[in-house]
DNA sequence: AATGAATGAGGCTTCATTCAT
DNA sequence: GATGAATGAAGCCTCATTCAT
């Protein structure tokens, strides 16, 4: 379910009617995903609760069945998006001891992410400038991996506040690039690599750590099954 | 003039009558300074034209004698904010020739005007966020110091692209972290030091350039008056 | 219902409240109705949307979920008063063949109904003036009849463009001295006659034929009860 | 200066400053004619002080030296183009005895006029809509000639004021066609002779006369200069 | 739950009018 | 007289919110 935000289409009614149980759910579910499309479309302050219902083909008060304001309908989007972050960045570095390469690894996919599906780019730039909440998730896993990042040896940052900026302005200020269309081969690895560099890392180390493969999980979302995910070997 | 800006309080009665003829210009400055006040205080999104001109104390249909949208305010308070940073830079980095300590001069600049005048720092971070044409000065003013550092050996970047966006958005991020209350001592000089060392400058000569003294002006916006302030000595 | 828009009072609530469903359909109506007699009393470019609102006794957004601009406000009662017209001339000409006679009797109807209802009357004025649509509506009706009369050889005009002119601009023009408080014995008798002899009907011929009684319908707007109604019989 | 209103080209400098004397005379006629324009574009409820100071290349203020209210202009516009048609019309109605081709000669000239410039016509259907004064004024005439006509046994019919509002709204209806687009070879003759058969004129009469030449005046307004063309005699 | 008509506060915009220069 | 900046009333329009069905 967490994965459906990043389906941009409207929901056909295949999507609509999935299972069968929790009718009332699929309403929120379908408002949360509208949201998330205008948002993309024009922001956060565009959103009108009107076009939302429009939106979601729902009626103009069925909103208020499931949100109180515009301020509630922002919340629902920030922890839907910080649930399904959380969940994917969770599942591709399981097992990447590495924090260095934990880092570049949440950078990176940031940056793939938007740059496949420039809709879900637009929309997480929006809600990041908006929602505390999301920026929480978001900080409470990075300053995880910096600090395994600084046991390893790998950084040099004086201070980690300033190091958590750095790390999360420059992966959003890149992922604006690329939503605006800049296009240059790489481009992830650069700006991981810029990153390792600010935190400290040496160049070589940095240019060789964020070129590394991200690992690859199935697409079933489930947290890899059997055997040890390394990354995914050929044969 | 162009510092007016800077000034946050409300035009008091010798302001708004110097010279007595001009009273256009005078108006319309007035009205760009309470823009500016009001995004400070809610961001670009939320400027009411009638709250504009209750800002300014002028008649509501006075603000569409000079402006004809909110775009076309949002555009006069990024010109006139562009060109007040231009000046100061520009006199600032007046005689200084070393790239890297150039890029931290404009990094701590913004840093420290935000932390002594907050509000100068939110109508920046929001003009900023929605302003292309704030963002082409500053970034003409940047490339200028990468390619200089650049050629002075300073900077390794791959990508020069991808160094602007590193460089303006982490101090946009820092601005915007000073603006939210973050108070850490020597702030200005510890994220100008990840900054260049995201440009691939060695920690050591990071940590000594972004403690550089910035060069004084005199208040009166002269061109440095007396003598070449030369560039700082190495001890 | 058609024949509502010459109810000129306000509604009643016994008018508000029929059927208890379709409360749409009556809110619409009522705005029709209201612009009707704001028409009467102010013409049509004197209409402001907020004072139709006040004058249907709905709140100003209301207006908005029926109608865009005031043009379409305007489109909407030219449209009712097209129907409504239709209605009433195709009922009262039912069965007379005579041409000249039906164009008589259009004319005087018209007159008659302005003279008893002047708000009706000032109404009709104005929307004719600005409303295309109801003048197509007319002028179909005036061109059949022209050509009976002159298949018949009533009439002797040389253009049948000109002699519709003649007709309409008449029969406003006097519509418009009834409003303004014109008070003449057999008025409407006298202006047919006229019409008659432009369209080269014989003085005697004219002056008898504009003073038949105009055939009588039942208030119950049914078309034709009973029986046949005949045709007026000469004497 | 009467005929100046005729002349729809915005006022060049060459006519603005005839003469030299007169300047201030020289705004209002400016303004005058200035809104003439705008009636023909635009209606009359459609001019805006405003918009008519910049027709007349004066500022805004300006205005209200001339004119306290939007009525007064119309009430401007209306005198000067009723002192226009009469000049004209007696001009060329001079000598001319029998009544029935005086009324033809009257509503030929409008259409006429009309024809060869729709600003024109445009402008003068909507001032007669709204200006009493005007319709007084050529209403005068008229009934002159009606009388005239009458007592020349031209005439047969029941009730003069009728017969006024008869020849007045199918000349107007008549000139709205023609503005409207309307093309019909004889027009002015065609619509004139309907007009004289409304009023009671034999058919072969109407035709003949509504046909006759219209008396040329010399383009120099004045009162046929040089010859007698058939100059008013005392008796 | 869902619906959608109705509401009215609030922001937008025009323009007649005033007034100091 | 002419100017044009300033004014503010008045009308336009949107949209968050309520509520009866």
């Known amino acids: 379910m967490a994965e459906e935000l990043s389906s941009i289409h409207p929901p056909t ?9 929790k009718k009332k759910a699929r ?8 949201a998330f499309r205008i948002y993309a479309r024009k922001g956060v302050d565009a959103l009108a609760l009107n076009e939302l ?6 009626a103009n008060g069925t909103v208020y069945n499931y949100f109180r304001t515009r301020e509630d309908v922002l919340e629902a989007v920030g922890i839907e998006l910080a649930n399904q972050l959380s969940h994917r960045v969770t599942l591709v570095s399981q097992g990447i001891e590495n924090g260095a390469q934990r880092v570049t690894i949440g950078v990176r996919m940031f940056l793939l992410h938007a740059q496949e599906d420039p809709v879900w780019g637009s929309a997480v730039i929006s809600v990041f400038h908006y929602h505390k909440g999301m920026r929480s998730v978001v900080a409470a896993y990075l300053r995880g991996d910096l600090q ?21 302005s420059t992966t959003l200020g890149a ?14 690895s650069l700006v991981a690599e810029m990153v390792l560099m ?9 240019a060789r750590i964020s070129r590394l493969p991200i690992p690859q999980v199935s697409e079933s979302e489930q947290p890899t099954p059997v055997k040890p995910r390394g990354r995914p070997r050929k044969h």
């Open 27 to 34: 309403t929120r579910q379908a408002l949360v995903e509208a």
């Open 13 to 21: 009614s295949s999507e609509t009617l999935t299972r069968g149980h």
């Open 198 to 206: 600010a935190l400290g890392v040496p160049i070589e180390d940095a």
């Open 53 to 58: 219902a429009e939106e979601a083909h729902v």
């Open 175 to 188: 992922m604006t690039s690329l939503v605006e269309g800049v296009s240059i081969p790489q481009f992830d």
């Open 148 to 168: 395994t990042g600084t046991r390893q040896g790998y950084f040099r940052y004086l201070n980690e506040d300033i190091a958590m900026t750095v790390v999360v």
